[in-house]
């Protein structure tokens, strides 16, 4: 599997130079770039080509690589010229992507209508979006919807790639265990396992992102998550997106990098 540190939060007022030196210092291989909230790190969907061989330097002297171009792009619009500006957008990153040699590009939903019966068209758009997506980006590189928002909930994230129908279009699972939850799908609270909603999205996974893995109430999935992934043999990104913004991110990067080798040990 492939550490990685996600830039939200933790890494949010980070310049690229830092932002290479604490991965360096912590354990992190991959670095997972978000973009549009004009982090420091300077990378965007705009980004000039001529800043490219400057930063790709950078990494290769640090011995490090880029896990993922993180856009926020959405596609829940129902005005085609924003879904199509969204589009334009992310066609870039993945370029960007491709003279990076990274191999994964995220992207979000985001929203649904609150009417149920008005969600059918808003899903079939985004799946359209990430299906040109997917053609644009071509094998060996992968377009991920992230379940996030109103996409955390599988049943809307799986229609989304199965209507998408692309080897190389899949989900990236944030973290949210749907235990409990009023959702479409939802296991029962208090669930002894998650074998069954791992068994479901397994099979688009691209990418896992945590959050506090560390919590009591949450630590028995974690560890059940990744006893599941090990004996599938999972080789894609797990990505540290902690929320912490207190005064030494250093140590508690690394011992997130501890958590999660325990987690992966035999």
């Known amino acids: 599997?492939?550490?990685?540190?996600?830039?939200?939060?933790?890494?949010?007022?980070?310049?690229?130079?830092?932002?290479?030196?604490m991965c360096r210092k912590t354990g992190y291989p991959y670095i997972e770039v978000l973009m549009d909230f004009q982090q420091p790190h300077g990378l965007e969907w705009d980004t000039p080509a001529e800043r490219f061989a400057e930063v790709k330097k950078k990494l290769d002297d640090a011995g490090l690589k880029f896990g993922s171009f993180t856009s926020c792009q959405t596609f829940h619009?129902?005005?085609?010229a924003e879904r199509a500006e969204s589009?334009?957008?992310?066609?870039?990153v993945i370029d960007m992507a491709h003279q990076f040699g990274c191999d994964h590009v995220r992207v979000l939903g985001d929203l649904l209508p609150d009417d149920e019966s008005e969600r059918p068209p808003v899903v079939k758009?985004?799946?359209?979006?990430?299906?040109?997506?997917?053609?644009?980006?071509?094998?060996?590189?992968?377009?991920?919807?992230?379940?996030?928002?109103?996409?955390?909930?599988?049943?809307y994230s799986l229609?989304?790639?199965?209507?998408?129908?692309?080897?190389?279009?899949?989900?990236?699972?944030?973290?949210?265990?749907?235990?409990g939850k009023d959702w479409k799908y939802t296991l029962p609270a208090g669930a002894e396992s998650i074998e069954p909603?791992?068994?479901?999205?397994?099979?688009?996974?691209t990418s896992i992102h945590h959050h506090s893995m560390e919590r009591p109430a949450e630590l028995p999935y974690w560890q059940e998550w990744f006893r599941l992934l090990r004996r599938d043999g999972y080789d894609r990104y797990v990505a540290n997106e902690c929320a912490y913004a207190g005064p030494d991110p250093e140590k508690v990067l690394r011992l997130y990098t501890a958590l999660f080798h325990s987690m992966i040990a035999d």
């Open 197 to 205: 909603f791992y068994d479901l999205v397994r099979p688009h996974l």
């Open 125 to 155: 758009n985004i799946a359209d979006c990430l299906r040109e997506l997917g053609e644009h980006a071509g094998e060996g590189t992968w377009v991920s919807i992230e379940m996030h928002s109103d996409f955390t909930d599988p049943h």
């Open 1 to 21: 599997m492939k550490w990685t540190l996600n830039t939200y939060q933790v890494a949010q007022e980070w310049d690229l130079d830092h932002l290479i030196e």
């Open 77 to 80: 619009s129902p005005d085609p």
């Open 159 to 179: 229609q989304v790639v199965r209507q998408a129908n692309l080897p190389n279009v899949g989900l990236v699972f944030n973290g949210v265990f749907p235990v």
């Open 87 to 92: 589009v334009k957008r992310v066609k870039r």
